[in-house]
C-alpha cells in the first residue's frame, strides 16, 4: 500500500494551525453511507418536521452519503468552530438576533478556512483527493460529526462538543484518503431536558428529535407568512433564536470561548431598532445585514420580523410607525404582519389606522389579516 500524502496527525495540525485563535474541535469519521441518518432523515420528513424547507427522501439519501459530495469518499475531517460571545445590551424596543448571525456570514468564514486545508491536502498529494461542505450540500453534518466523535447531538438537535458547548459551526473536508477514524462518544443528556421545558413553541419533544415548522428559529427565516398561531411566542426574535442553547448545561460550562472576531459587527446587525428595521430599505439592508448570516433572505423578511417583534412589544408608541408601514410598505406579506402587530396591540389609534386601510387595501390576504385584526380588537361577542 502506498503511503499517505498526509498522515491523520499532519492533517490535524493543518486544521490547527490555519484556525488561529479560533477555539476549535477536529476529528476524523469514516464515510460510508449511513443508513440509520437515512432512515432518521426520512422519518423527520414523513413527519412533516421539515415542511417548509421541502426536504423529501432524494435529500436523505444523499445527505447520508458522503461520496454524493466526492466519488470515492473513505474519510472526513470534521470541524467544529465555536461562536459564543458576551450577549450585547439591548436598548429598549430593539430586536433578539441569534449569536450566530452577529459577525460575518459563516459560511465565508468556515469555507475559507475548509477551502485553505483542503488546498495544502490536495498540494501535498498531487491530485485534488478532497471536497469541502458547510451547510451548502447535502451532508447530514451532525451526523458525521457524532459519529467522529466530535460531540454528540443533544435534545435541542445540535450537536454538543463537549469543551465548546453547543454554539458552534461545523464544516466537513470529504476525502478519498483512508484516515483512521476517531470513536463515537459515549454520552447522551440523559435526563436533562431544560431545553425542552423552556422553547415557548413546543417545537422540541425530548426525543431528540424537532418539529422545525413550530422553531422560532424557522419561522423568522421562512419566506411565506410565519403562522399566526407562532407569532405571539416568537417574542421579539426577529432571527434566530438562542434560547434551547442559553440554557443548554454544557454550553454554559463552555462559556463565552470563542474569538474576538465573532463579536457583533454592529449594533444594528445584533439588536437592531425594531422601528429603523420595519422601514428597512434595500441599500440599508445590503450595507447592514448582507455581509451576515441574515443575509440571505431579503429586507422584506426583516421587515415582517419587526412587525411581529413590535406587535409582541406591546408598546402604544409604535402604532403610528406601524400604521404608516401599513398604508406605504410595498410587501402584501409586510402589511399583513403589521396588521396583525396592531390588533394585538389593540389600541383605539390602531383601529382607526385598520379601518382606514381596510377601505383602500386590495390584497385578499391583507384584508383577511386586517379582518383578523380587527375581531382581535372587538373581543369574544357576548
Keep these: 500500500?502506498?503511503?499517505?500524502?498526509?498522515?491523520?496527525?499532519?492533517?490535524?495540525?493543518?486544521?490547527?494551525?490555519?484556525?488561529?485563535?479560533?477555539?476549535?474541535?477536529?476529528?476524523?469519521?469514516?464515510?460510508?453511507?449511513?443508513?440509520?441518518?437515512?432512515?432518521?432523515?426520512?422519518?423527520?420528513?414523513?413527519?412533516?418536521?421539515?415542511?417548509s424547507w421541502r426536504y423529501d427522501d432524494e435529500r436523505a439519501r444523499c445527505a447520508s452519503d458522503p461520496s454524493h459530495v466526492l466519488e470515492g469518499a473513505r474519510s472526513i475531517v470534521c470541524v467544529a468552530v465555536a461562536y459564543a460571545t458576551p450577549q450585547p445590551t439591548r436598548a429598549p424596543l430593539s430586536g433578539r438576533v441569534s449569536s450566530y448571525a452577529w459577525s460575518t456570514d459563516y459560511h465565508a468564514r468556515m469555507q475559507a478556512l475548509l477551502r485553505e486545508i483542503s488546498a495544502r491536502i490536495d498540494a501535498?498529494?498531487?491530485?485534488?483527493?478532497?471536497?469541502?461542505?458547510?451547510d451548502?450540500?447535502?451532508?447530514?453534518?451532525?451526523?458525521?460529526?457524532?459519529?467522529?466523535?466530535?460531540?454528540?447531538?443533544?435534545?435541542?438537535?445540535?450537536?454538543?462538543?463537549?469543551?465548546?458547548?453547543?454554539?458552534?459551526?461545523?464544516?466537513?473536508?470529504?476525502?478519498?484518503?483512508?484516515?483512521?477514524?476517531?470513536?463515537?462518544?459515549?454520552?447522551?443528556?440523559?435526563?436533562?431536558?431544560?431545553?425542552?421545558?423552556?422553547?415557548?413553541?413546543?417545537?422540541?419533544?425530548?426525543?431528540?428529535?424537532?418539529?422545525?415548522?413550530?422553531?422560532?428559529?424557522?419561522?423568522?427565516?421562512?419566506?411565506?407568512?410565519?403562522?399566526?398561531?407562532?407569532?405571539?411566542?416568537?417574542?421579539?426574535?426577529?432571527?434566530?433564536?438562542?434560547?434551547?442553547?442559553?440554557?443548554?448545561?454544557?454550553?454554559?460550562?463552555?462559556?463565552?470561548?470563542?474569538s474576538a472576531s465573532f463579536a457583533p459587527s454592529s449594533a444594528r446587525a445584533s439588536t437592531p431598532d425594531l422601528l429603523w428595521l420595519l422601514r428597512l430599505r434595500s441599500s440599508?439592508?445590503?450595507?447592514?445585514?448582507?455581509?451576515?448570516?441574515?443575509?440571505?433572505?431579503?429586507?422584506?423578511?426583516?421587515?415582517?420580523?419587526?412587525a411581529v417583534a413590535l406587535g409582541n412589544a406591546l408598546d402604544r408608541s409604535t402604532v403610528p410607525a406601524l400604521i404608516e408601514a401599513l398604508e406605504v410598505d410595498p410587501h402584501p406579506m409586510v402589511r399583513g404582519h403589521v396588521a396583525w402587530a396592531l390588533g394585538r396591540i389593540a389600541s383605539p389609534a390602531a383601529d382607526v389606522g385598520l379601518r382606514r386601510r381596510l377601505a383602500s387595501e386590495d390584497d385578499a390576504s391583507v384584508r383577511d389579516e386586517i379582518e383578523c385584526a380587527l375581531r382581535d380588537i372587538a373581543g369574544p361577542q357576548r
Design 136 to 258: 451548502t450540500k447535502p451532508l447530514a453534518e451532525r451526523a458525521f460529526a457524532a459519529r467522529s466523535g466530535l460531540g454528540w447531538i443533544g435534545k435541542h438537535t445540535n450537536l454538543i462538543a463537549p469543551s465548546l458547548g453547543s454554539c458552534v459551526f461545523l464544516g466537513e473536508i470529504v476525502t478519498v484518503l483512508p484516515l483512521e477514524p476517531d470513536a463515537p462518544l459515549r454520552k447522551t443528556c440523559g435526563g436533562c431536558r431544560r431545553c425542552v421545558d423552556v422553547c415557548p413553541t413546543g417545537a422540541l419533544r425530548g426525543d431528540y428529535t424537532i418539529d422545525a415548522t413550530r422553531c422560532i428559529a424557522d419561522a423568522t427565516q421562512r419566506v411565506d407568512g410565519i403562522p399566526r398561531a407562532l407569532r405571539a411566542l416568537v417574542g421579539e426574535w426577529v432571527w434566530g433564536c438562542d434560547i434551547c442553547q442559553d440554557v443548554c448545561p454544557p454550553s454554559l460550562r463552555a462559556g463565552k470561548a470563542a
Design 1 to 51: 500500500m502506498l503511503p499517505l500524502p498526509c498522515s491523520k496527525g499532519e492533517i490535524l495540525a493543518m486544521v490547527r494551525d490555519a484556525a488561529g485563535d479560533d477555539a476549535i474541535a477536529v476529528r476524523i469519521a469514516s464515510a460510508t453511507a449511513d443508513a440509520r441518518t437515512r432512515d432518521r432523515m426520512r422519518s423527520a420528513f414523513s413527519r412533516g418536521d421539515f415542511s
Design 284 to 306: 440599508d439592508f445590503r450595507r447592514v445585514f448582507k455581509p451576515t448570516a441574515m443575509g440571505w433572505r431579503g429586507a422584506a423578511v426583516l421587515r415582517r420580523n419587526a
Design 124 to 134: 501535498r498529494a498531487g491530485a485534488r483527493v478532497t471536497a469541502i461542505a458547510c
